[in-house]
């Protein structure tokens, strides 16, 4: 079974930056984890493990895992929550698939959607996200369903980008070591 995930953060550096939503997508639904207060960012990275767990011996497809996996381990050690299981997962990253097949003028989830003309919402990006999370933390709620939704409308269009090219990916994962 393929499962999608994507991590929003609060910037690109994980000792001055924090989680603050992964979204993962898998056969049985689509799973939002929020973290509602920096203080509850350490909860949320317990919950997401434990629902990586389950999911060891399937492939976990995350668009440049180099960010993702380092970001979410650092995060994890800062707040001594075990990680354990990010260095059990069969990760494949299809940025670095876009970036070694594709020769693209840019490999960015957004610009990679467009190209294959993909229906991308691109008027919140991961840059907007510090910014929303610092006004959801003073006091407007309602960015927390834009944050969300960003983080949905990633790992759907993760997926469409594997569907549509998961012949290529698989022949590539069999030639290379695709493993992040």
Same mark, same amino acid.
């Given at each position: 079974m393929a499962v999608y995930l994507d991590c929003e953060t609060t910037g690109l550096d994980a000792d001055v930056g924090m989680l603050v939503a992964v979204g993962i997508l898998t056969e049985e639904g689509e799973k939002t984890l929020f973290v509602e207060s920096p203080e509850n /960012?350490? *909860?949320?990275? @317990?919950?997401l493990f434990q629902l990586l767990e389950k999911h060891?011996?399937?492939?976990? $497809?995350?668009?440049?895992?180099?960010?993702?996996?380092?970001?979410?381990?650092? #995060?994890?050690?800062?707040?001594?929550?075990?990680? *354990?299981?990010?260095?059990? !997962? &069969?990760?494949?990253?299809?940025?670095?698939?876009? #970036?070694?097949m594709l020769k693209l003028s840019s490999? +960015? !989830?957004? %610009?990679? *959607? +467009?190209?294959?003309?993909?229906? +991308?919402? !691109? +008027?919140?990006?991961?840059?907007?996200?510090?910014?929303? $999370?610092?006004?959801? !933390?003073?006091?407007? @709620?309602?960015? &927390? /369903? %834009?944050i969300v939704n960003h983080c949905l409308d990633d790992i759907r269009r993760l997926k469409e980008i594997h569907e549509k090219m998961k012949k290529y990916v698989e022949f590539w994962k069999k030639k290379t070591n695709h493993l992040w």
């Open positions: /960012e350490a *909860s949320v990275l @317990k919950e060891k011996g399937d492939e976990i $497809y995350i668009w440049n895992a180099k960010f993702d996996v380092p970001f979410l381990l650092t #995060r994890a050690v800062k707040h001594g929550v075990d990680a *354990s299981v990010l260095f059990q !997962l &069969k990760i494949v990253d299809l940025c670095k698939f876009s #970036r070694e490999n +960015k !989830l957004d %610009e990679v *959607s +467009k190209f294959l003309e993909l229906n +991308k919402n !691109l +008027k919140v990006t991961g840059k907007n996200v510090q910014k929303l $999370y610092l006004d959801f !933390l003073q006091g407007k @709620k309602a960015n &927390k /369903e %834009e």
